[in-house]
C-alpha cells in the first residue's frame, strides 16, 4: 500500500512521511522515513561488535525470505568492508521446527558472533537451538527486532548478553504532550504519528519549491539510534548514535 501511496503523491509533488524500517522508500523521491532502516541499523551493530567488542568473525544465519536475506547481505558486506571475516551465511526455510543441520554449518565454522536476520517471532525459535546445537558461547547480535518484550521473556537466558541496534526511542518531550491530549492508552502507532506532528511543530514560513529541502533538515539532519544489550532479562542501553 505505502509504494501507492508514494506514487500517487510523487504525481501531485506532494512530501510523504512514512514510520518505515525498510531503506527501500527511502530511495523514492519526496518520501521521508522517521526511524533508522534496518539496513542501517544492521551496519551500526556490525560496526559496533567490530569495534566495541573487537569481534572479527562472523555469521549470518536468515529465513529464505528476500527482505531478510538482503538484511543478512547488507550485514555482511559491512563485515567484509572492514577487513573481518564471515565464515558462514546460512538460510533455512521459514516454517522449519528445527535448525539442527543449519546450525551445524554455523558451529563447524566457529564464528564468535552469529547476526540473526529475522523477525521477532523468528528469534524467540532459534535462540533456544543455537543454546542447544552448542553454540551458547557465540554472541548474538541483531536489529530492532530484538526490541520486544517477547524475546527476553520467552527466549530467557538463550538471548541474555545478546547486542542490536534499534531506532532512537520517541522523544520524551513528545510523549509528555502525547499523554495530555489522549484520553486513551499509548497506542504506538499514534505515538508515533503524533512524534511525527511533534517534529513538524515549528514548520513555517515555505512554500511549495522549499518544503522538500526543509523536511530533509527536520528528518534526516539528526538520526539517532541506539545500541542495546539484553542483561537479566531487561533492554540495557550501550551508546548512543547520531548520524549527521
Not at 76 to 89: D, F, G, P, W, Y
Not at 201 to 215: A, K, V
Request: charged fraction near 25%.
Amino acid at each position: 500500500e505505502a509504494y501507492g501511496v508514494c506514487g500517487l503523491s510523487y504525481a501531485k509533488c506532494i512530501p510523504v512521511i512514512l514510520p518505515a524500517l525498510e531503506s527501500r522508500f527511502e530511495s523514492l523521491p519526496l518520501v521521508y522515513t522517521t526511524t533508522q532502516s534496518s539496513e542501517e541499523q544492521a551496519r551500526a551493530v556490525a560496526r559496533y561488535a567490530m569495534n566495541q567488542l573487537e569481534i572479527s568473525s562472523f555469521a549470518v544465519i536468515y529465513p529464505d525470505v528476500a527482505k531478510f536475506k538482503d538484511l543478512g547481505q547488507v550485514f555482511s558486506a559491512e563485515v567484509l568492508k572492514n577487513n573481518r571475516q564471515v565464515v558462514a551465511m546460512v538460510g533455512f526455510n521459514p516454517d522449519s521446527i528445527t535448525l539442527r543441520w543449519e546450525l551445524d554449518r554455523v558451529k563447524k565454522q566457529k564464528p564468535e558472533a552469529l547476526f540473526l536476520a529475522m523477525d521477532t517471532d523468528m528469534i524467540i525459535n532459534t535462540a533456544p537451538q543455537v543454546v542447544y546445537y552448542q553454540l551458547e558461547n557465540v554472541k548474538l547480535l541483531g536489529t530492532e527486532y530484538f526490541h520486544n518484550e517477547k524475546v527476553p521473556r520467552l527466549g530467557e537466558k538463550t538471548v541474555e548478553g545478546a547486542v542490536f541496534a534499534a531506532s532512537a526511542p520517541i522523544d520524551s518531550e513528545a510523549v509528555i504532550e502525547y499523554k495530555r491530549f489522549s484520553s486513551g492508552d499509548n497506542d504506538f502507532i499514534a505515538l508515533r504519528f503524533f512524534q511525527i506532528l511533534w517534529q513538524l511543530r515549528n514548520l513555517r514560513g515555505y512554500n511549495r519549491s522549499t518544503l522538500p529541502s526543509i523536511l530533509t533538515d527536520i528528518f534526516r539532519g539528526n538520526e539517532k539510534f541506539y545500541i542495546y544489550q539484553i542483561r537479566d532479562g531487561d533492554f540495557k542501553k550501550l551508546t548512543e548514535i547520531t548520524k549527521e
